[in-house]
């Protein structure tokens, strides 16, 4: 006997812990979640329930379709009129989904949210209309449940703005939210039970984590220190079984490999650039060749034509300043750039400095099109770029080759001009 | 009409502008590290700290008091998608 738990009837919670049960719900059909995240067995939305010497809690609750699954095992263990305190980790809809459901039948719980989530509490809860009270907590905050103290810790971003975990203190467990968690459906509920989930719990990461790994370094912080005994995420398999090997994992995922790799003190310029004629590819090398002069600045150019997009992302999270060069055929940049371009949401860009140039035959629309994608990725332009009318000559080789210095400049600190503009001068 | 200046600490980048530009109108046209996400005063992402000149920028108005408290911000802070410029001020990202 292998003591597997098996929670496929739908309606029983677990005891995973001395009065602490899972009460989520199973969703082993759904192959793709939020549109963007693929799942080869589906998901589970974990919720659960807390009993204390003074009332029960509940955390974060399951999405709307699976409330039937969320209150027929809540009700197995515990009686609505107990509940004390319903904490919300994160807002996102497969955790909130039940919410007004259960406000409605415990309309004596106390809601405990971060101070971020306001604003989506309310913008979710609109069509549920009604006004919910709540309380704000940060980090070190605590709730009581009598003999059970549950305390917050504030891990915004991880992975959106709102996010925070709870820790029972007495127990040692981690509900950490989103964080640790993966989309793998299994009934057998723990981490030493469940198939192998490693592939799942990496994807998850790399898909959802990635763009926020300096607050996933600030929110490790919070955690390292923690006992942990187990960690409940409300995605996957309970962490019972060496939980902390993950924090050390996401410690890992969370490092650059062979960091340090451009030099500790230098800093990364990498040129793209796709060219038809070989116009686009001279100005390329130019811009290289100028912005190589600047100490401290190390410089890659690489074709687009060559690569593929996968392990550029790698590379451009890496980057400090990113130029991309594209011919503009038939009104637009080409292909390949926008592959790219579009494939940056899992890196985080802000405060990157960006450039664009590009040879054209008659209009020349590619190099502003990709300043504005650019912006609009959050990313610095500070200086605008380069258009060559088919051929570069000489002086426009030239231009380029200042261009490629500006940019460097800027990276390393050494913004050239220092007079006051006038707003009307600004293009 | 009356002007005012404002300095971008983080690109070193003074620009004169006439009084009651927002300060989103300049910082992106200079190249100034703000970043936007909504541009609209409900995300955040524009916090800006105002170094020096507190009082020479519009007052917040309660809905921006109101994502400032939400999003933690410190003392002097402000949204750049939101602050008019009415005097000199000096401003960096947050």
């Given at each position: ?9 739908h309606?029983?919670?677990v ?6 049960y ?7 059909s ?11 067995n ?35 263990v ?23 459901e ?47 103290t ?11 703005p ?46 959802i ?54 030099g ?16 686009t ?5 130019e811009?290289?060749e ?11 150019l ?16 890496e ?54 994608r ?5 990313m ?8 060559v ?9 030239e231009q380029c ?27 | ?18 009084a009651?530009?927002?300060?989103i ?18 995300c ?44 000199d001020?000096k401003?960096?990202p947050?």
């Amino acid at each position: 006997m292998k003591n597997d738990v098996d929670v496929s009837s739908h309606t029983n919670a677990v005891e995973f812990d001395d009065g602490v049960y899972w009460i989520g719900a199973l969703d082993p059909s759904l192959r793709t979640f939020d549109i963007i995240l693929t799942t080869a067995n589906g998901t589970t939305y974990n919720s659960f329930l807390i009993r204390g010497s003074e009332g029960v809690a509940i955390v974060d609750t399951v999405k709307e379709n699976f409330s039937d699954e969320f209150f027929a095992r809540l009700e197995s263990v515990a009686d609505y009129s107990e509940i004390k305190v319903i904490i919300l980790n994160h807002l996102e809809p497969d955790h909130t989904g039940a919410l007004p459901e259960l406000m409605r039948r415990a309309p004596q719980a106390k809601l405990y949210i971060s101070q971020r989530a306001t604003s989506m509490l309310k913008a979710l809860l609109k069509p549920a209309g009604g006004q919910f009270e709540y309380t704000t907590v940060k980090t070190d905050d605590s709730v009581s449940l009598g003999d059970r103290t549950l305390r917050f810790l504030h891990t915004p971003f991880l992975h959106w703005p709102d996010t925070q975990c709870t820790y029972l203190e007495e127990l040692g467990v981690l509900f950490s939210g989103d964080i640790f968690g993966c989309h793998y459906c299994d009934k057998r509920l723990y981490n030493d039970r469940v198939g192998d989930f490693r592939f799942s719990f990496d994807y998850y990461y790399a898909h959802i984590m990635r763009p926020f790994k300096k607050h996933v370094m600030d929110a490790l912080k919070l955690i390292e220190p923690l006992t942990l005994k187990k960690i409940a995420p409300t995605h996957g398999p309970i962490l019972r079984e060496r939980p902390r090997r993950y924090v050390t994992h996401y410690r890992e995922l969370s490092t650059s490999s062979l960091s340090g790799e451009v030099g500790v003190t230098d800093k990364s310029l990498i040129v793209f650039y796709m060219s038809s004629y070989g116009n686009t590819a001279k100005m390329a090398e130019e811009i290289s060749e100028g912005a190589s002069i600047v100490d401290g600045v190390r410089v890659s150019l690489y074709d687009l034509e060559g690569g593929e997009t996968d392990p550029f992302v790698d590379l451009i999270e890496e980057a400090d300043a990113l130029l991309f060069g594209s011919p503009t055929i038939n009104g637009d940049a080409v292909k390949p750039v926008w592959d790219l371009l579009s494939s940056l949401a899992v890196v985080n860009l802000k405060t990157k400095i960006g450039g664009a140039f590009g040879s054209y035959g008659w209009s020349g629309e590619a190099v502003r099109m990709i300043e504005d994608r650019m912006r609009g990725l959050k990313m610095k332009i500070p200086h605008e770029g380069i258009r060559v009318k088919l051929i570069p000559t000489d002086e426009e080789l030239e231009q380029c080759r200042d261009f490629g210095r500006s940019i460097a400049e800027s990276l390393v600190g050494k913004p050239q001009k220092k007079a006051v503009i006038d707003f009307a001068d600004l293009a | 009409m009356a002007k005012a200046s404002i300095t971008f600490e983080d690109i070193e980048q003074t620009v004169s502008v006439p009084a009651g530009t927002r300060v989103i109108e300049v910082s992106e046209k200079v190249g100034a590290g703000i970043i936007y996400g909504c541009r609209e005063g409900d995300c955040g992402t524009c916090m800006m700290e105002v170094t020096e000149g507190w009082n020479n920028l519009t007052e917040p108005s309660v809905l921006e008091e109101k994502v400032l408290k939400e999003n933690m911000a410190g003392r002097h802070y402000r949204l750049a998608c939101q602050a008019q410029i009415l005097g000199d001020c000096k401003v960096k990202p947050a």
